[in-house]
């Protein structure tokens, strides 16, 4: 039975004109990114994720027009990687919307490297896990502090070619300085040792306060407290004082003296 079997399969291959070796070959053929980031930008190694945007313009940036909808990015686990250690993204490497690399039509493209640094949690239960930690950015990577990226670069982009693209993340993203406190907006920022035990890492809860209008020059006055539970926010309650974006959702709302 198993001499069949092999002629079969090898008329099969004859038929198609190739070998396994050169079919292998084919199913790996397409166009390769070599991501990295510099030791400037930072020296320790990364575990987390590697990110390639590709876009047919530059403003905004590849990564921030990256959506499920918007422009292809393409991902890869990092695992203690070094700086300057390239990591290959070729057309195995599954992305969305667009699957493969391959499938990108050829042209001039605008592509653009992303590093996400987790951060590890070695939890109170003996587990270990490796996660993006929040740098009161709301858990928003594309600008999340500590994060690394590369300026947008114009390639030339052909499914049929296997030439290498280099691209090097060499800044980091830098922290996020929250607004100032004033008069009626107080912020409080302390650590939680309930959280802090559990995931075994330092964790902090935030606050902010907005005082009654007068409450300095009335400090035996009593006054109710209403707490509203937001979602990653520095902004004021009620939207009090938020004439500018918001540094932790990017959104504008209108000032409410």
Same mark, same amino acid.
């Given at each position: 039975?198993?001499?069949?079997?092999?002629?079969?399969?090898?008329?099969?291959?004859?038929?198609?004109?190739?070998?396994?070796?050169?079919?292998?070959?084919?199913?790996?053929?397409?166009?390769?990114?070599?991501?990295?980031?510099?030791?400037?930008?930072?020296?320790?190694?990364?575990?987390?994720?590697?990110?390639?945007?590709?876009?047919?313009?530059?403003?905004?940036?590849?990564?921030?027009?990256?959506?499920?909808?918007?422009?292809?990015?393409?991902?890869?686990?990092?695992?203690?990687?070094?700086?300057?250690?390239?990591?290959?993204?070729?057309?195995?490497?599954? #992305? *969305?919307? /667009?699957?493969?690399?391959? &499938?990108?039509?050829? @042209?001039?493209?605008?592509?653009?490297?992303?590093? =996400?640094? %987790?951060?590890?949690?070695?939890?109170?239960? #003996? *587990?270990? /896990?490796?996660?993006?930690? &929040?740098?009161?950015? @709301?858990?928003?990577?594309?600008?999340?502090?500590? =994060?690394? %990226?590369?300026?947008?670069?114009?390639?030339?982009?052909?499914?049929?070619?296997?030439?290498?693209?280099?691209?090097?993340?060499?800044?980091?993203?830098?922290?996020?300085?929250?607004?100032?406190?004033?008069?009626?907006?107080?912020?409080?920022?302390?650590?939680?040792?309930?959280?802090?035990?559990?995931?075994?890492?330092?964790?902090?809860?935030?606050?902010?306060?907005?005082?009654?209008?007068?409450?300095?020059?009335?400090?035996?006055?009593?006054?109710?407290?209403?707490?509203?539970?937001?979602?990653?926010?520095?902004?004021?309650?009620?939207?009090?004082?938020?004439?500018?974006?918001?540094?932790?959702?990017?959104?504008?709302?209108?000032?409410?003296?």
């Amino acid at each position: 039975m198993t001499a069949p079997v092999r002629f079969v399969m090898g008329i099969g291959l004859a038929a198609l004109g190739a070998t396994p070796g050169v079919l292998a070959s084919r199913q790996n053929a397409g166009p390769r990114i070599e991501v990295s980031f510099s030791r400037a930008a930072r020296a320790e190694p990364v575990t987390g994720r590697v990110f390639v945007a590709v876009s047919r313009t530059e403003k905004p940036t590849p990564i921030q027009q990256a959506s499920p909808t918007g422009a292809p990015l393409f991902a890869m686990a990092a695992d203690n990687l070094a700086p300057d250690s390239p990591v290959v993204f070729g057309p195995g490497v599954a #992305g *969305h919307p /667009v699957a493969s690399l391959r &499938d990108l039509p050829a @042209g001039e493209y605008f592509v653009q490297p992303f590093v =996400n640094v %987790y951060t590890k949690f070695a939890r109170a239960d #003996g *587990h270990t /896990v490796w996660l993006h930690m &929040d740098q009161w950015e @709301g858990q928003d990577w594309k600008r999340a502090p500590g =994060n690394l %990226y590369g300026d947008p670069v114009k390639v030339r982009i052909d499914p049929s070619s296997s030439a290498v693209i280099k691209l090097v993340a060499d800044k980091a993203i830098g922290p996020i300085v929250p607004p100032a406190d004033t008069d009626l907006v107080k912020r409080i920022r302390i650590q939680s040792a309930i959280l802090t035990k559990w995931w075994g890492h330092p964790i902090y809860i935030g606050a902010t306060v907005l005082l009654p209008k007068g409450f300095d020059q009335h400090p035996d006055v009593k006054y109710p407290i209403v707490y509203s539970q937001g979602h990653f926010s520095t902004g004021a309650p009620g939207g009090y004082g938020r004439d500018e974006r918001s540094p932790s959702t990017g959104m504008r709302t209108a000032h409410l003296a």
